[in-house]
């Protein structure tokens, strides 16, 4: 890491690994210098309620806020507050790492959760291209069949009528031929 990325990283005499921490510490800093101006000159029993109230509240995660955190320590310890009174600074961090050796702090990508969103919408979009094929299918399945849907009614009542009349047509056809074989005559001839 460079001088520039280094001091561009840096807060309170910290380089952080990333600008996320790094913005994290800047607000732990201004928390502290409120805190600061609040507290200045109070009694040690204030500054043991406010440092009780920061621990409870998780108020400091960084080492800006550590090492404020343990600045009021000292106050309270010359202000004649027990160290068993006070408390340990609780910190929610894990240390032991197998990159000690490193020299440049480490940068811990965050995954961004666009992948499971992107198997969601490709599994999304398989899904409507197989129910549009089905919906498909469907259709040519009732526009071929012989049998009458709500779709194709009307063309087989058509189609069925069509050829009852033809055969009827056919029939009374023949049988007026034959009428006229035999020298029968019905209707109007």
């Known amino acids: ?23 994290l510490a800047d607000q732990e800093l201004n ?16 500054v043991l309620a406010i440092y009780r109230a920061s621990i409870d509240k998780k108020m400091f995660r960084t080492p800006v806020g550590y090492a404020y955190m343990h600045e ?11 160290a068993e009174e006070m408390g340990a ?18 940068v811990i990508k965050v995954k961004k959760k666009t992948e499971p969103l992107r198997r969601k919408n490709i599994l999304l979009t398989i899904i409507n291209i197989i129910l549009v094929l089905l919906v498909i299918a469907m259709f040519a399945i009732s526009m071929s069949g012989s049998r009458p849907t709500v779709l ?4 087989t009542i058509e189609n069925e009528y ?6 009827l047509d056919e029939r009374e056809k023949a049988v007026r031929e034959k009428e006229r074989e035999l020298g029968i005559a019905y209707g109007n001839e």
């Open 1 to 23: 890491m460079d001088k520039e990325q280094e001091y561009a990283f840096t807060v309170n005499g910290f380089i952080f690994g990333s600008a996320e921490d790094k913005q």
């Open 31 to 46: 928390t502290a210098k409120y805190i600061e101006k609040k507290i200045a000159g109070k009694s040690p029993q204030t």
């Open 72 to 82: 009021l320590q000292k106050r309270m310890a010359k202000g004649g507050i027990s």
């Open 89 to 106: 600074i609780p910190l929610y961090q894990i240390f032991n790492n197998k990159h000690d050796d490193e020299k440049a702090p480490r």
């Open 152 to 155: 194709n009614y009307r063309r």
């Open 162 to 167: 069509s050829s009852w009349k033809q055969q």
